[in-house]
């Protein structure tokens, strides 16, 4: 079955960066995009950034986070990574990524147009 598996989240300072990973299984075919979003408590969930898995190049991120986070991908690991820079309080929150079909509109980063999710994993900033 298909597994979406993030880790390496934790605590950091204002102003540090943290890293994080999806690590893939399951798939039978690569015509799948990978997102990245976050909730923290009592607000939605948002889209971040979602890479296509078929081409390995084609990328996306909303307004907000572009220029401080990047994601990235290594095939042969079967992970993309979400690199996050210059983080905030504002950032806490549960990080998820998941996985859509690239025949549907994934670029929008809508949460609607993810079909499978990891469990997520915490990142909290410190002022």
């Known amino acids: 079955e298909v597994q979406l598996v993030e880790s390496g989240g934790g605590q950091v300072q204002a102003g540090g960066s943290v890293t994080l990973s999806c690590a893939e299984s399951g798939f039978s075919f690569t015509d799948y995009a990978i997102g990245w979003f976050r909730q923290a408590p009592g607000k939605k969930r948002e889209g971040l950034a979602c890479i296509n898995r078929s081409d390995g190049r084609t990328t996306f991120y909303t307004e907000s986070v572009k220029g401080r986070f990047t994601i990235s991908r290594d095939s042969a690991k079967n992970t993309v990574y979400l690199q996050m820079t210059s983080l905030e309080p504002e950032d806490t929150a549960v990080y998820y990524c998941?996985?859509?079909?690239?025949?549907?509109?994934?670029?929008?980063?809508?949460?609607?147009?993810?079909?499978?999710w990891g469990p997520g994993t915490q990142v909290t900033v410190s002022s």
């Open positions: 998941a996985a859509a079909s690239i025949y549907g509109d994934y670029g929008r980063l809508m949460r609607s147009d993810y079909e499978f």
